[in-house]
């Protein structure tokens, strides 16, 4: 506003009309960007909601001919006739997630005070190399991991789906971030005082800091919710399957050869529901975390 008092009324025309193409602009790239994320899920509803004769057509249009609400139920009860209970996936996944992010939350609040407050030799060459194991591409530990778990014997266990990813390095550096904007003044004071690390901690740095280990709690279920590759390497027991490898296995043709694709849509689905319904409602967790953490050095 202060730059618009010096201009003349010329210099303000170009002004305002510069601005709205800019601001038009902006908006036609954020509903590009809306559109490639929103058309996949549409594509998702439209399938579970099409006949199997319409998804045989050559060209399929963008809507169904007709609406078949009646493959919801239809898939549960196709996962039923071959003796695989979807509601099995569904806690199997619940009971993952909840472990992995339950003892993830522990080693990211520790790991992070560590990195943040306390003073050790090799502190910042030890987050370093933290840090560059970011840049190891994820397949790397995908075999060792394998190896290892094989070793142990833990294939078809939950341990097998959870001890991999107690350590996530990202959001250990995450919540440092959030850590090293609380006043290290307030830290010494409570050293003064006679106040214990593990007090100080649970006392001062972990409620400040709620917002962000909320967000942290949304995103490890989230991404365990839609982990798939793993799962599907070390659960090759229908019992052992979560929704995400479960829902490849069991909507198979008769012969195996294809997917009954209205169904696993279906499936797909209801998977998808309620996880978006739990992120819309937190989203402002989320935002606000980001932002609190504030992601610099």
């Known amino acids: 506003m202060q730059q618009e008092l010096y201009m003349t009324e010329e210099q303000l025309r170009r002004y305002r009309i510069k ?3 800019s601001q038009i602009g902006i908006y036609l790239f954020l509903v590009l960007i809306a559109l490639f994320i929103v058309i996949p899920f549409y594509w998702m509803i439209a399938t579970a909601l099409r006949s199997t004769n319409e998804l045989g057509f050559v060209k399929i249009s963008f809507f169904p001919k ?4 009646e493959n919801f139920p239809g898939a549960l009860s196709y996962a039923a006739e071959r003796s695989a209970n979807f509601f099995r996936f569904y806690l199997n996944t619940i009971i993952v997630g909840a472990a992995t992010t339950t003892f993830s939350m522990v080693s990211i609040v520790f790991a992070a005070f560590a990195f943040s407050r306390l003073n050790f030799r090799g502190r910042d060459a030890l987050f370093s190399l933290f840090l560059a194991t970011m840049m190891i591409p994820g397949e790397i530990y995908i075999i060792s991991n394998f190896g290892t778990i094989s070793r142990l014997g833990l294939l078809n266990t939950y341990s097998a789906m959870v001890i991999p990813f107690i350590v996530d390095v990202f959001f250990i550096f995450f919540l440092r971030q959030t850590f090293k904007q609380i006043p290290n003044e307030l830290y010494l004071a409570a050293k003064v005082d006679g106040t214990g690390d593990f007090k100080y901690l649970f006392k001062v ?9 909320t967000t942290i709690f949304i995103l490890s279920m989230m991404g365990t919710w839609n982990a798939y590759i793993w799962p599907n390497l070390v659960a090759t027991e229908p019992k052992m399957y979560l929704v995400s490898n479960g829902l490849l296995q069991i909507y198979r043709d008769i012969d195996g050869a294809g997917q009954i694709l209205n169904y696993q849509m279906a499936a797909a689905t209801m998977v998808t529901v309620p996880l978006l319904i739990v992120f819309m409602l937190l989203k402002k967790y989320i935002m606000y975390g980001v932002s609190r953490s504030g992601i610099k050095g």
């Open 66 to 69: 007709e609406w078949h609400w």
């Open 205 to 213: 740095m972990i409620p400040m800091s709620r917002a962000t280990l």
């Open 19 to 21: 601005k709205i193409f």
